[in-house]
């Protein structure tokens, strides 16, 4: 199995394509500076033992040319609509999994969302419904991704509007030990993306026990 | 110490007075039928061992006027407007904790959010500056509440404008044995409100492990 991450060069990004990688999962990290990705990848590949997936890096296209199928978009927000213009034609009959947040400029404890509501949302209006967006992996952070010695413990949020293209999501998932929910269609993008500034808030306040906070689905029978 | 609760004599309600009154707290349930609130109030105490806060019940104006400070609000959204209305004169000088979602009719998979953004927003908008609006206790079912033997488990997100309001929520809420977290402004319950939908779509799904979800903030060094 081979996925792409575009942003593949960023944190968040980086800690993915290492996690998928370990997973014996085969990652194509995406960037608009090929040779950079390609860089990045090397570096990547250094740290991994010798049984696991493949990190290679291309441009941006070609990397989701070079997906299987699914094909994470890891960019800032600034960048999402032009990377998805950038990929759109190599995007037929694959599925986008957009993973941006778009915090406020320069106020990473609040959301500036777009007209349509999320990035997600943005998104799926872009590519039009023959391309499945599913929003997903919002809510765990970058440090929390790229701890490699620790589980990620953190559980995920998937929303879209294909039940066939979330569940091929949430097994992806699934492969990095992390449990991911069916959490409803597209529009609750706009309640998932936004979780991430409260734990952002959370992190950067004194009052919390723990540094990278993400959520958990918990009840009292659990 | 004495709270009101706004709709007291509903489910949500209701736990939540035990709850209270279990912490030592008086409670007094508004309803718009103050004959049915007391009613309700003293099937409650029944329920209770004989050191707890006791529990009364009252109109809606009569218990707000009652509380020394902290007013509940747990109606259903299609009351939330006309209640708070209401209510208005006698919240001058206290703290209106809004716990309702504005789930859509017909359909609890979803919100329908009013034209302010979220309820809270609604509620802050309506009472003007001066009287604090805190948006608490969204992600916890009724069920969870009235199942007085387990421990709720679960944390609660806890937004508005006024910090010293929003401190003066979460003591109460600790009272509960519950964490609570300050999670920005109002405008953060578009968000906190929306994840009550969510929560209650994987109740109905068959793919989780639990009954009443809750959430939980969460880290791998937790």
Redesign the interface.
């Known amino acids: 199995m081979k996925i792409a991450i575009l942003g593949g060069t960023g944190p968040q990004g980086k800690g993915l394509a290492l996690r998928f990688a370990a997973a014996g999962i085969d990652v194509v990290l995406g960037s608009r500076d090929g040779a950079r990705a390609a860089e990045i990848a090397e570096e990547l590949n250094a740290k991994q033992a010798s049984v696991e997936g493949q990190i290679s890096g291309a441009g941006n296209a070609e990397a989701t040319a070079a997906a299987d199928e699914i094909v994470i978009l890891a960019v800032p927000f600034s960048a999402h609509n032009a990377t998805l213009e950038a990929i759109r034609e190599q995007l037929v009959g694959k599925i986008l999994v957009d993973i941006v947040v778009p915090l406020a400029d320069g106020d990473p404890?609040?959301v500036d969302m777009p007209a349509e509501g999320s990035a997600t949302e943005a998104a799926q209006a872009l590519l039009g419904d023959e391309i499945p967006v599913v929003g997903a992996l919002h809510n765990v952070s970058a440090a929390?991704l790229n701890?490699l010695g620790?589980?990620?413990?953190?559980d995920i949020?998937v929303c879209g509007n294909s039940l066939e293209a979330k569940e091929k999501v949430i097994d992806l998932i699934a492969s990095l030990d992390v449990k991911a929910?069916?959490?409803?269609p597209v529009?609750?993008a706009?309640?998932?993306e936004?979780?991430t500034?409260?734990?952002i808030?959370?992190n950067i306040?004194k009052?919390?026990?723990?540094?990278?906070?993400?959520?958990?689905?918990?009840?009292?029978?659990?």
Chains 1, 2 share one sequence.
């Open positions: 404890k609040a929390t701890n620790h589980a990620i413990n953190c949020l929910y069916n959490a409803g529009v609750n706009r309640c998932i936004a979780i500034p409260i734990l808030r959370l306040s009052k919390v026990p723990f540094t990278h906070a993400g959520i958990k689905i918990w009840a009292p029978d659990h």
